[in-house]
């Protein structure tokens, strides 16, 4: 079931036990996503391979970068729903 909140979160939910684990996004990385959805922006109002835009989509690769390499718990946070005994 999707239950559309306007949150940047995950909650998934075991069939046979109904145990559920909660994945959100840390502010580090809410921030990034919007930075980098912002410079893409920015990019696409520039013609291709002009100085401007290159520089602007070498910082969305920066960020995407990041987010390839970086330690999991950077990224997101894994915690069990106060409901299922609080967070993990």
Not at 12 to 17: F, L, P, Q, Y
């Amino acid at each position: 079931m999707v239950d559309d909140r306007d949150e940047h979160r995950l909650v998934s939910t075991a069939v046979g036990n109904k145990r559920q684990v909660e994945v959100r996004l840390t502010k580090k990385t809410e921030e990034l996503g919007l930075r980098s959805r912002e410079l893409g922006r920015q990019a696409k109002t520039l013609a291709l391979g002009t100085p401007e835009r290159v520089l602007l989509e070498r910082k969305i690769e920066t960020v995407y970068g990041w987010l390839r390499t970086a330690p999991t718990e950077e990224v997101v946070i894994v915690a069990m729903p106060k409901s299922n005994g609080g967070k993990r």
